[in-house]
């Protein structure tokens, strides 16, 4: 199926089973597609994740989607914008369309959406992953696909046995209530196109991301990429968009790049619901 359903995107298209979204979606910007198109599939097999990992779900469980864009005025060194208005557009769409309250959605730096565990750890719900090409001469980005995973209406009777711990989806956040991905598909694009349109004019919503991070306040253990920085997350840095972690001599680090491998927040207030 293809549409031009509105003047936001250029293209939607849905897939049955594909190989991944991302290529996908490179492909049609090869080809000159204008902007927003967006891919969407019911299964990857062979799904991408961060850092060279797969992304993988059993068929139908999860809304998997890159959004190719040609954005024009952003600098190559603000991209991780658009990753982050992705997932900020995720975070409440998921929220409205779960009807779950404020703040049960999370982003654990850089992209993950996440959730709190009754025993205080992250529970990771989606996943973001950010590919751009640059003009070099400029200094711009002339095209990026960013691809959002979400573990939607996914049973936790279903979660492979070695992500048990470690994964959540909106089905189990709101006790095995099934959820409408088609509903949840609508509610993301509603609510990225006025975050893209305003980051085109060249308003970032520093405030919302940085609100949204729950590393903020708690002990962190982030992989910088070979050593282990541990230490305590006291915010995102808005221009550079890297996470800042206060080590134990008191200074406080930013972190270019790299993954949060341990947080645990300790509220007294932790539910599911
Ligand atoms: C991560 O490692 O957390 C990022 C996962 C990104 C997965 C999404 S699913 C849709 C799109 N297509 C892919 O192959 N990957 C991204």
């Known amino acids: 199926m293809m549409a031009r359903p509105d003047a936001f995107l250029s293209r939607l298209e849905r897939f049955g089973s594909i190989e991944s979204t991302q290529p996908v979606v490179r492909e ?3 080809a000159g597609v204008p902007e927003v198109a967006v891919a969407v599939a019911d299964e990857q097999t062979m799904g991408r994740g961060r850092q060279g ?3 993988s779900a059993p068929p139908g469980t999860a809304l998997l989607a890159s959004a190719g864009f040609r954005p024009q005025n952003i600098q190559l060194g603000h991209a991780w914008r658009l990753a982050a208005i992705v997932a900020l557009a995720m975070a409440d769409a ?3 369309v779960a009807g779950l309250k404020d703040a049960t959605i999370w982003l654990k730096w850089p992209n993950d959406l996440v959730a709190d565990a009754p025993d205080g ?5 989606a ?4 590919e751009s090409t640059s003009d070099g001469a400029s200094g711009l980005v002339t095209t990026a696909i960013i691809g959002i995973g979400i573990n939607a209406d996914w049973p936790a009777g279903a979660f492979p046995p070695e992500l ?4 959540t989806s909106l089905r189990e956040l709101l006790g095995g209530r099934p ?3 088609d509903a949840l598909l609508d509610a993301w694009l509603a609510r990225l196109e006025p975050r893209y349109e305003a980051l085109r004019d060249g308003h970032f919503d520093a405030g919302g991301w940085t609100a949204r991070q729950r590393t903020t306040g708690h002990g962190v253990e982030v992989d910088t990429g070979g050593s282990i920085l541990t230490g305590t997350g006291v915010g995102v840095d808005p221009e550079s968009g890297a996470l800042l972690v206060r080590g134990r001599d008191g200074a406080t680090q930013p972190v270019g790049s790299g993954e949060v491998v341990r947080c645990r927040v300790m509220t007294g207030n932790l539910s599911w619901r």
């Open 179 to 181: 959820i409408d991905r």
């Open 127 to 130: 996943g973001v992953l950010g």
């Open 121 to 125: 750890r992250l529970v990771k719900l």
């Open 28 to 30: 049609w910007l090869e």
């Open 53 to 55: 990992r797969g992304w």
């Open 94 to 96: 998921a929220e409205e």
């Open 164 to 167: 048990r711990d470690s994964m």
